[in-house]
């Protein structure tokens, strides 16, 4: 079949490659210029299906009001909300009833852990290198806090998830270069667990996907789809007058790449046996015009990013893979010689100002785990948006409009469920059975939630 991909982030790429890899004519439409160019950018790069659970969870809108005067917070609420943000608030704060969150949890998790694994298979008969390492450590630093920890802990026994608690001597046996002056209770240590530079995966499937003739056009903005038995997309093509460089350093081959083939100035129709919508936040722009309007929000996060000091004396400083401050809910990654702290969870404000209240968080939980183990001279910030929808899990498969496909609303999971999600369409679209239950991760939960 002939197929159009709308949006090129981690879940575009991802599914233009199986798409293609199962034999169809793929063509991906993205308005910048590069893939994962937007929320796939700079994320922390977390391979972690124990800890991929819903936003929306019982106790979780006491945390949040809790969180609205403290300094430092792993959720801010930005003033001044919108009537689509409160009714999304709304919306969210249903789902955290406990037996919606935990159906909502078990779809994730099933989902996160069948990704990790296809994920696996990619990397290994591709033999890609994207920075990946082994292992996930959760920092604890004081006995409330692994108290508090207790539910996810039972979670991952349930999913037969490997795991150790460690106390503080042992997380710095794991990770040496902790700062050995910073109070520390326990761990939570997943050696099953991995992380991985999502950027420069993305680059290397995108040219995997183009050598099974797959075609990426780049600024290339989607402007209308147009249903039926023969659907068509809309597009057009709109280079920068002067592009401006991306806010962070590229991290792969052709980071900002040619377009596969000349394109017109002007909007272009194309027809095409089936159309797969991942394009995040600006889904809804086409949907809505067919009668479905998605609950999608736009969840800022940070992440920092800065080259690791070379210290032939400590050669242990930085850390050696992920680990996450459980209290602000912080992640800090080795992605190769650079170590990237990723986090915070803002709803409302302007997606392009970058709010010093994230930044010093992140700042401060880098600061106090590894004191000067980054070049923070030459440290680049981000800031993404994640496309949430309110109770969690992603909405995968048919939309209910004629050869119209989803596959969004991954939020700050993306990279965790990416390949899984890809593959489940991939065999929907084919008529396959698919690899797992995908019970409540297709567009009926929204519709009748």
């Not at 939570?188 to 050598?211: K, M, S, T, W």
């Not at 709109?238 to 792969?252: C, H, K, R, V, Y």
């Amino acid at each position: 079949m002939k197929i159009a991909v709308i949006g090129a982030g981690i879940i575009g790429v991802t599914t233009a490659f199986e798409l293609a890899a199962d034999g169809h004519e793929v063509t991906v439409f993205e308005r910048r210029g590069s893939v994962a160019a937007e929320t796939s950018f700079a994320n922390a790069g977390l391979i972690a299906p124990g800890y991929v659970t819903p936003w929306a969870a019982p106790g979780m809108p006491g945390k949040v009001l809790g969180h609205l005067f403290a300094k430092h917070a792993p959720v801010r609420i930005r003033p001044g909300l919108d009537a689509g943000t409160i009714a999304w608030v709304w919306q969210w704060w249903r789902a955290c009833r406990l037996r919606t969150y935990q159906a909502n949890r078990l779809r994730m998790q099933r989902l996160a852990v069948y990704s990790r694994e296809r994920l696996h298979e990619i990397t290994q008969a591709l033999k890609l290198d994207y920075e990946r390492a082994d292992g996930y450590l959760v920092l604890l630093r004081s006995a409330k806090d692994l108290a508090m920890a207790q539910p996810g802990l039972a979670s991952l026994a349930e999913l037969n998830t490997r795991f150790d608690t460690l106390d503080a001597a042992q997380c710095r046996a794991a990770e040496p270069g902790l700062n050995p002056d910073m109070p520390l209770h326990a761990g939570i240590y997943l050696p099953d667990d991995e992380v991985g530079n999502c950027r420069q995966f993305a680059h290397l499937l995108r040219h995997a996907a183009q050598q099974r003739g797959a075609k990426f056009r780049f600024h290339t903005a989607v402007k209308k789809i147009v249903a039926g038995a023969s659907p068509q997309v809309v597009h057009l093509y709109s280079p920068p007058e002067d592009p401006a460089p991306l806010t962070a350093q590229a991290e792969g081959p052709d980071s900002q790449a040619a377009d596969t083939q000349p394109m017109a100035f002007e909007a272009v129709t194309e027809h095409f046996d089936r159309i797969v919508v991942c394009a995040a936040l600006g889904a809804n722009a086409l949907l809505r015009p067919h009668g479905l309007k998605l609950p999608l929000l736009a969840v800022h996060g940070y992440s920092i990013t800065a080259p690791l000091r070379h210290n032939e004396n400590h050669p242990d400083q930085g850390p050696r893979s992920a680990l996450m401050d459980e209290r602000y809910k912080v992640a800090i990654s080795r992605l190769g010689s650079r170590v990237r702290v990723a986090g915070s969870a803002e709803i409302g404000g302007a997606a392009e100002h970058q709010y010093s209240a994230g930044l010093e968080t992140l700042y401060k939980v880098l600061h106090d785990w590894f004191p000067g183990a980054a070049r923070m001279s030459h440290a680049q910030r981000w800031k993404g948006a994640r496309p949430m929808l309110p109770d969690g899990p992603p909405v995968l498969g048919a939309s209910g409009i004629e050869n119209v496909w989803l596959n969004l609303g991954h939020g700050s999971s993306g990279w965790a469920m990416a390949c899984g999600s890809a593959r489940l369409l991939t065999d929907g679209i084919a008529g396959r059975p698919p690899g797992i239950d995908p019970d409540g991760l297709g567009i009926a939960r929204l519709r009748l939630g």
